[in-house]
């Protein structure tokens, strides 16, 4: 399995680095993983070639894009139809009133929407793809991804509480959102991680690798991947446009 990192800004995109968004690989099987600001034009293949799209919650910096795809795939002399989109019901609603799309129209004749949840798990190609709720102020899903006995857990985004870890315990890499530094925490939104949680989480599940992405663009990622260093105890990657990991 493979991650190619699409975008991975958090909150906002900037020039060249997109919001939050991947391409998650295994043999010729390709899942769009979330569909923040800018990801749509920076996939890395053609958007035909994408098997099924995975969206992690209604937060417009995990799901814009969908706009710019169903754009794409229905408004062209031959239109695509019927894409896969597997996500929490609200991103689906939020996506019909964004569009102004009713049940009956176009919209779901280009995606084929399919409702995902804590404990389900569905097979997208070589891909096997579970989900968990996680802990963030609208309804997000965390997806673990397997293939080959390998895995990878993401997290979208979320806070460390609720039970979500133990649905990626022990994973190969864990992709995780480290929206906040110690010294800008929000006790008032406690529904990101910090570098450090994410470094200690990723110890206490005992995952392999930690991977940090939807780092602001106004923060310094190096301190980002010092902080969450201290607290894993070990290196600590860091997901930039462009930038892949075999899992
Ligand atoms: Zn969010």
Not at 42 to 53: E, F, G, H, R
Not at 59 to 67: E, I, Q, T, V, W
Not at 155 to 161: I, R, S
């Amino acid at each position: 399995m493979r991650v190619q990192v699409i975008g991975s800004s958090g909150t906002f995109p900037t020039v060249g680095r997109p919001a939050s968004g991947y391409l998650i690989v295994q043999g010729s099987t390709r899942v769009w993983c979330d569909a923040g600001f800018g990801t749509f034009a920076a996939l890395p293949v053609d958007s035909d070639l994408v098997d099924a799209v995975v969206v992690s919650h209604q937060h417009p910096d995990h799901c814009a894009d969908l706009a710019a795809a169903f754009h794409a795939w229905t408004y062209r002399p031959e239109p695509r139809r019927g894409v896969p989109l597997y996500a929490p019901q609200a991103v689906w609603d939020r996506l019909g009133l964004f569009l102004e799309k009713g049940d009956d129209s176009d919209l779901s004749l280009t995606f084929d929407f399919r409702p995902v949840w804590t404990g389900d798990q569905v097979d997208i190609g070589d891909l096997s793809v579970s989900f968990t709720e996680m802990d963030h102020s609208v309804p997000t899903v965390g997806s673990r991804w397997e293939a080959n006995n390998r895995s990878l857990f993401f997290t979208g985004d979320t806070g460390p509480g609720g039970s979500w870890s133990e649905h990626a315990a022990g994973v190969d890499i864990l992709l995780t959102e480290a929206s906040y530094q110690e010294s800008n925490k929000n006790p008032e939104y406690p529904h990101h991680l910090s570098a450090a949680d994410a470094g200690r989480i990723a110890r206490d599940i005992g995952a392999k690798k930690l991977v940090l992405t939807h780092i602001p663009p106004y923060m310094d990622v190096a301190l980002s991947v010092h902080e969450a260093e201290q607290t894993f105890d070990r290196p600590v990657g860091l997901a930039v446009p462009g930038a892949g990991f075999d899992v």
